[in-house]
């Protein structure tokens, strides 16, 4: 479960931003290809104001945050049929420690046929954020949507879908917290996992 501050920082941060459309065409992954979200809208909250926007290099920090776990949780292990790459650089150490360890089956995409490729039909992720100030981003939560397809002799569909809180550390923004369902779906009939830490 989610720590009381963190929970309180999420609860904030998602409560008033703005519901945006997804939308978007699907996006095919060769085998050497990354997969990216895209931003399906942005909301700052702030004691100031008018709130301040969400700075350009605070919003890349994220979105390479962001894309990089959906490469190496997901894209990697699917292409690859093995282990996930390491996660340690995306998470703080304690969200790290649930997300890899108790956490590990519904974060990350193991154990599953591997596939000839991965497309995305559909990747978004809405922005949520809070500014103490109008010079400063304490949190921001994305509001992740992804569906995920492989294709190959064994087509897998996995839609994985929550909250993802992230925080400044060590001069790179990484996931503190975490309120996230996946479902895989290989034909036989889903299976749904569900993870908040």
Do not use: H
């Amino acid at each position: 479960m989610f720590r009381p501050r963190r929970l309180a920082l999420l609860g904030a941060a998602v409560a008033l931003t703005t519901a945006c459309s997804s939308g978007g065409s699907p996006a095919p992954a060769g085998p050497q290809s990354a997969l990216s979200f895209s931003v399906s809208g942005v909301d700052v909250q702030s004691v100031a104001e008018p709130a301040p926007p969400l700075p350009d290099d605070v919003r890349t920090e994220v979105m390479a945050t962001l894309d990089g776990y959906l490469n190496r949780a997901m894209v990697g292990p699917l292409r690859s049929g093995g282990p996930a790459d390491d996660l340690a650089p995306l998470f703080t150490a304690d969200a790290g420690a649930r997300a890899t360890g108790p956490d590990r089956a519904t974060m990350v995409d193991e154990g599953l046929p591997r596939a000839d490729g991965v497309q995305a039909l559909a990747s978004t992720a809405r922005l949520g954020a809070l500014a103490p100030s109008a010079e400063e981003i304490a949190v921001v939560t994305a509001t992740i949507e992804l569906r995920l397809q492989t294709t190959g002799g064994d087509p897998v569909t996995i839609v994985r879908t929550g909250d993802l809180v992230l925080v400044p550390e060590d001069d790179a923004w990484k996931i503190e917290g975490y309120d996230v369902t996946a479902t895989r779906d290989s034909g036989t009939g889903p299976t749904t996992t569900a993870a908040s830490g």
